[in-house]
């Protein structure tokens, strides 16, 4: 069977949400089409002098409950169906967990590694200046995804600013405290990843501390997010990155691991005391929770059936599919989806954004309280729905989501 993509995904689920909902088919059409998709080149002089001539991408999928809200990402695969599923997402997460955005994806197709810093400064000025008409603190605040960081939203909210004539520190979030950032943004996330987790493991009067972990993906979501679960008391016994994982079924040291990429080492593949696996290896160890937290589609119908974890939950966005989620649920495996597991760092991003207005701002410590009251309202909102309909957890999620969505929508109207 060929491999759903990302925005195939994103359309099923909504079709399956639609009909719990009893939405009619004119309301279907809205959700499921995007009001604005943009597609710009990105000319670039290389360092070496010749010019490279890049794609980006910003799709803003609905503005019904407020300004759209969505990360950038740079990564060599990304296309416009992708950015579409994924501002489709967040759509739906906004929605899940209350905050007054609509959703929102940008993205360049680039693969960072293979660019020097200047260059990566310049292809994001550059895109940056070719998505600035559709975007601004009250139209569509952009934020880090895969490929990205904080330096890269200050060279955007530079760019933004230089453009405006003023400093607009809420252009974007995920940026350097020093210019208008969040305590605790960096880590946020992977700590509603943790929150997540413990929410589902406490309604099942299940330990943390007696719970092993896999975590696909050591990047900024998986990294942190193994970090977090193994202070809490978790046996992190697997990890991996793109060149593959690292698994010792006594445990590892997440913050071992992490000192040494950041000491200069290009993978986790080779850490010592470890045995070497392959990330398709680590989907399948027999562990209590899983973490897919690198790509979308990566448990589909092909390979769900040998995931032995009994706990997912989503630190990427899509990495389970539709027909990989029948085959879990066919199988009891209970999955936290991605618009609740990792709202995190949008929920974040909007403390930040809501800062940034007033020009006052809060500790880590208010950050993160806020952020744990508003992940476990959620989840035990979803939990109940899922119990009371009789559907999995992603459906309820979903349902949540895309009905507050089409409730915004109804009480504004259609103009004209």
């Given at each position: ?14 079709a399956e ?121 009250e139209r ?64 099942r009067r ?211």
């Amino acid at each position: 069977m060929a491999r759903q993509s990302a925005w195939d995904s994103a359309l099923i689920q909504l079709a399956e949400a639609v009909k719990q909902l009893g939405l009619d088919d004119g309301t279907h059409a809205l959700l499921a089409t995007p009001r604005r998709s943009l597609t710009v080149s990105i000319p670039l002089h290389r360092d070496d002098g010749h010019v490279e001539v890049l794609q980006g991408y910003r799709v803003q999928h609905n503005f019904s409950r407020g300004p759209a809200k969505g990360g950038i990402r740079y990564h060599p695969s990304t296309d416009l169906d992708e950015v579409k599923a994924l501002a489709m997402w967040m759509t739906w997460k906004c929605a899940l967990v209350g905050i007054p955005y609509g959703g929102a994806k940008g993205g360049v197709t680039i693969d960072p590694r293979l660019y020097s810093r200047n260059e990566l400064e310049r292809v994001t000025r550059r895109y940056a200046s070719e998505i600035l008409p559709i975007i601004g603190p009250e139209r569509d605040i952009p934020a880090p995804d895969v490929g990205t960081d904080e330096q890269t939203m200050a060279w955007f909210m530079d760019t933004y600013s230089v453009n405006r004539g003023y400093t607009t520190t809420g252009v974007v979030t995920g940026k350097p405290v020093s210019i208008g950032g969040s305590e605790g943004r960096g880590g946020a996330t992977s700590r509603g990843v943790m929150f997540a987790a413990f929410a589902a493991l406490r309604e099942r009067r299940v330990d943390p501390r007696d719970c092993t972990v896999a975590v696909q993906g050591f990047g900024k979501v998986g990294g942190l997010a193994a970090q977090f679960l193994h202070d809490a008391g978790c046996q992190v016994v697997a990890v991996s990155d793109v060149k593959g994982g690292v698994y010792n079924p006594q445990g590892l040291n997440p913050v071992a691991l992490l000192r040494h990429i950041r000491s200069g080492a290009e993978s986790v593949v080779g850490y010592p005391g470890t045995d070497a696996i392959t990330n398709a290896e680590l989907l399948e160890l027999d562990v209590d929770i899983l973490v897919p937290a690198a790509l979308e589609g990566v448990i589909s119908d092909d390979n769900a059936d040998r995931v032995r974890a009994r706990l997912i939950v989503e630190g990427a966005n899509g990495p389970v599919t539709p027909d990989g989620d029948a085959v879990l649920e066919d199988r009891g495996t209970v999955v936290v989806p991605d618009v609740l597991a990792n709202s995190g760092g949008v929920a974040v991003s909007y403390f930040e954004w809501v800062q940034d207005l007033q020009a006052y701002f809060w500790t880590e410590d208010q950050v993160n309280v806020r952020l744990r009251e508003l992940m476990e309202r959620a989840y035990t909102e979803v939990s109940e729905l899922a119990a009371e309909r009789r559907v999995s957890l992603r459906t309820a999620a979903q349902m949540i989501g895309v009905g507050r969505v089409a409730e915004a929508h109804r009480t504004r109207g259609l103009y004209p």
